[in-house]
């Protein structure tokens, strides 16, 4: 289970705020390219799971995961994930041909496989898309905390958002929010996974 405290700012100006209030603490940042794997009758989107190919960017590195039964309430997001590192050469070939995903000798495709009956000749995978999503990680290192501040370029739109995974949500929670009270940053509970902001077409969910 993978718990995040997710913080939703409302613009571009607010972003770039928190950037530079954040700078010193920045370790690195990562492009990421994602992009969702599905049958054509959306078996798995029907399901609440959701797979996804990222792939990064300088890195050239790429993960396949299977996330599922995602739930948020009040900026706190917990969601069942796998994940495994996949050959990025692999990921790309699999974007344009996605039914190349389903021989993919691979725990997690297997699993699509047998739970939900989706990536063989019957249900062979089709590519939905996907979005493109800047991340800058920074250190909190008193708090012993990491933070990811994401810009996310759909092609609808671009959405702000700044997250944390950890096993302590309620501290955590209170200690992003005074973070973004210090730094003058305005935010809102996030309300949705992106995801399910891409499925929709929208950048946030109400």
């Not at 939703?8 to 100006?13: E, G, K, M, N, T």
């Not at 209030?21 to 920045?26: E, K, S, V, W, Y």
């Not at 991340?135 to 609808?156: I, K, N, S």
């Amino acid at each position: 289970m993978e718990v995040e405290i997710k913080l939703r700012l409302p613009d571009a100006a607010a972003h770039r705020r928190l950037s530079s209030f954040l700078a010193p603490r920045l370790r690195r940042t990562h492009a990421q390219r994602n992009l969702f794997f599905d049958s054509a009758a959306r078996t798995l989107a029907a399901a609440t799971a959701a797979l996804r190919v990222r792939l990064y960017g300088p890195d050239d590195r790429a993960v396949l995961a299977l996330k599922r039964r995602p739930r948020i309430d009040a900026g706190v997001s917990r969601v069942e994930e796998v994940e495994e590192p996949l050959d990025p050469a692999l990921a790309l070939a699999c974007a344009g041909d996605p039914a190349r995903l389903g021989g993919v000798d691979s725990p997690i495709v297997r699993l699509v496989a047998a739970e939900y009956g989706v990536g063989g000749h019957a249900a062979p995978f089709v590519c939905l898309g996907g979005f493109r999503n800047t991340r800058a990680v920074y250190e909190l290192q008193d708090e012993g905390l990491v933070l990811e501040l994401d810009e996310t370029r759909f092609d609808f739109g671009t959405s702000y958002e700044l997250e944390c995974e950890t096993a302590d949500p309620d501290r955590v929670k209170e200690v992003l929010e005074r973070l973004l009270t210090v730094a003058g940053v305005p935010y809102e509970y996030s309300r949705s996974n992106k995801f399910a902001c891409f499925m929709a077409g929208k950048c946030f969910l109400e």
